[in-house]
């Protein structure tokens, strides 16, 4: 069965910061990446997507992501947090059916000005 | 704004009374999922719809269940609640093969 791990349960950063945050996924074949956002009493967003082509993608926010193949990997990044930043962050993998998202457990990222 | 739609945002109730959370759409899409989200814990799929399609995961329990009387609304109906059922409940929607979801802002469901 797919599955998604995010390495970083809660990252605290202070203002301009840089920021990776890690994602692993288990499947091996064609696979459709993403990451969500949900910032304090908001709905999940999407942030960006990888569905296939350059491998380095660019989301909303100045947020981007880098799919490497031979590592499972689909890690965040941002060259310059703020605070506005702070919010609770999903990667996940869409099933093989592409019926539904699997997601990993979420990091908090806590962002301090 | 084409958006999704959950009623209520917050729902106590009690130990083993029936509850109905309500998800609708103005995005027509084909497909209406539900999700359990526990704290600190990741969405959880309990069931989805493919237009009226009935699509259960194997490990979501028999006291779920679900309803779509028309593409813009569905209904997640809790028929015991336990105290292990107290989550967040996400709503989201999405075209067949498109993958990208959508996601309403969720239900606090509270049991006492």
């Known amino acids: 069965a797919q599955s998604v791990s995010q390495h970083n349960h809660h990252v605290i950063l202070s203002e301009a910061a840089s920021l990776e945050l890690g994602c692993n996924y288990s499947y091996g074949g064609t696979v459709n990446l993403f990451w969500y956002v949900q910032y304090p009493g908001q709905h999940l967003q999407l942030l960006l997507k990888y569905f296939s082509g350059d491998p380095l993608v660019k989301g909303i926010k100045g947020f981007e992501a880098e799919f490497i193949k031979s590592k499972f990997s689909f890690n965040l990044r941002k060259p310059s947090v703020q605070w506005s930043d702070t919010a609770e962050y999903f990667c996940a993998v869409a099933n093989q059916a592409g019926t539904a998202l699997i997601f990993g457990k979420g990091t908090t990222l806590s962002v301090s000005s | 704004d084409a958006m999704v739609i959950q009623n209520p945002r917050y729902q106590v109730t009690q130990f083993g009374k029936p509850v109905t959370l309500s998800c609708s759409q103005t995005?027509?899409?084909?497909?209406m999922y539900w999700y359990q989200q526990k704290s600190s814990q990741a969405p959880k799929l309990l069931f989805h719809?493919?237009?009226?399609?009935?699509?259960n995961e194997a490990d979501t329990p028999d006291n779920f269940q679900s309803r779509r009387p028309n593409t813009s609304f569905c209904f997640l109906d809790i028929r015991s609640p336990g105290l292990g059922d107290a989550a967040m409940y996400l709503c989201a929607t999405g075209s067949p093969f498109a993958y990208e979801q959508y996601f309403g802002p969720g239900t606090r469901l509270t049991v006492t």
């Open positions: 719809y493919y237009d009226k399609d009935f699509n």
């Open positions: 995005l027509n899409h084909n497909v």
